[in-house]
């Protein structure tokens, strides 16, 4: 197919050819041109807008991300400054599990002496390593071990249960060691019988 | 090559321009575009990291309610008396209120094994001899009163007359880590 030199521009001015005409199928480079710029300021508006549209969504993602990094951080925090607190709250629980008060196992011990027996000598101490664990070692004047008996029935209503228990009669004189648990663990719902300061 | 060669080799050149402008331009759409998706990954990631986060922390709140209640409730107590020289001054009052006849008193600040949140303790050590039930009293009402106090020991024996109790108690006093 022939193009007619009438119907495209080929960049020429009305005058006479001093070099002879380009090859008939050179002739479709301006149409390549114009077809090309066309092209060209399609595509590119086309991409520009997915360009911009592209940037618009990578920013709202980056402060979006940004935003839950913060709130991350803060959920974080607040679960480090938790994490504190229930140590707090374990530490201050064993004291108080090893705080149990004595008096009350003091008293039943020396109200349990029957009338031909006394208390020579008490003592309790806590096992530093497990302080709600007492060590009891008592001297009772006795010549029988129903005192004992009697006495260790009233530690038992104090709900505390013996372990390794050691005892010696003679000259008179009951020495008895034991290691006292108490059965009544302080729980995180014991309130103390005092209103707080 | 004449000028009218010349002429085609430079809208040539103009094509091929443009045409790399355009392809250029495609690039740097697909390069922003992959940028986005990647942004919309790290947030898809960031977002189910603070979902997993806040499932552990309501866990972790709802384990703790009975723990965290214990705390308020104690916490007080433990912050009443918090130093050495206030722990002090607080047993001597005591032990001075109760009119006891106390032979020997003595404190020593010492330190409490694996409690991280109560290092110290202001031990107290106090010797009586007075009558068994003005004693006995007296220890059952402090412990009432002191609830956060610790007696790690006590001894009874009989004192030099036959009423008398003897009694040598070591008292503790947990100081709250600040």
Not at chain 1, 26 to 53: D, H, K, T
Not at chain 1, 104 to 110: F, G, R, S, T
Not at chain 2, 84 to 93: G, H, K, L
Request: positive net charge; charged residues 25%.
């Amino acid at each position: 197919m022939q193009i007619a030199s009438k119907q495209i521009d080929d960049f020429k001015t009305e005058r006479k050819d001093i070099t002879p005409p380009l090859p008939v199928i050179l002739r479709l480079v301006p149409l390549l041109l114009y077809c090309s710029i066309i092209v060209a300021v399609v595509l590119g508006a086309v991409f520009f807008l997915q360009l911009q549209l592209a940037i618009k969504k990578r920013e709202g993602h980056r402060i979006e991300t940004e935003n839950i990094a913060i709130e991350t951080q803060k959920t974080q925090s607040e679960r480090a400054a938790l994490e504190a607190e229930i140590k707090k709250a374990t530490d201050i629980e064993s004291w108080v599990a090893g705080s149990r008060p004595i008096q009350p196992l003091l008293v039943e011990i020396a109200r349990s002496m029957g009338a031909r027996s006394s208390l020579i000598d008490l003592r309790i101490e806590r096992d530093p390593d497990a302080p709600a664990q007492l060590k009891l070692a008592m001297k009772i004047g006795t010549d029988t071990t129903k005192q004992l008996d009697t006495t260790l029935d009233r530690i038992a209503s104090q709900d505390y249960r013996t372990f390794s228990p050691q005892q010696n009669l003679g000259r008179g004189e009951l020495d008895y060691r034991a290691t006292l648990v108490s059965r009544q663990q302080r729980t995180p719902d014991v309130v103390p019988e005092t209103p707080a300061p | 090559m004449n000028s009218k060669h010349i002429a085609c080799a430079i809208v040539a050149v103009v094509i091929a321009l443009l045409v790399q402008f355009t392809l250029w331009f495609q690039n740097s759409r697909s390069a922003m575009q992959r940028q986005a998706e990647t942004a919309q990954f790290a947030e898809t990631a960031a977002a189910d990291q603070l979902a997993r986060e806040r499932v552990q922390l309501a866990e972790l709140r709802r384990q703790s309610t009975d723990l965290i209640g214990f705390l308020k409730t104690w916490q007080p107590y433990f912050q009443s008396i918090d130093n050495a020289q206030s722990a002090e001054v607080n047993y001597t009052m005591r032990v001075k209120e109760a009119n006891l006849v106390n032979l020997a008193q003595r404190f020593e600040l010492g330190t409490v094994k694996n409690n991280p949140s109560i290092p110290t303790a202001m031990r107290t050590y106090l010797t009586f001899e007075d009558d068994y039930p003005r004693l006995m009293n007296w220890l059952g009402e402090l412990e009432v009163k002191m609830p956060t106090l610790r007696i790690s020991s006590v001894r009874l024996s009989k004192g030099t007359r036959p009423t008398d109790l003897r009694a040598e108690i070591t008292l503790e006093h947990p100081l709250l880590k600040k």
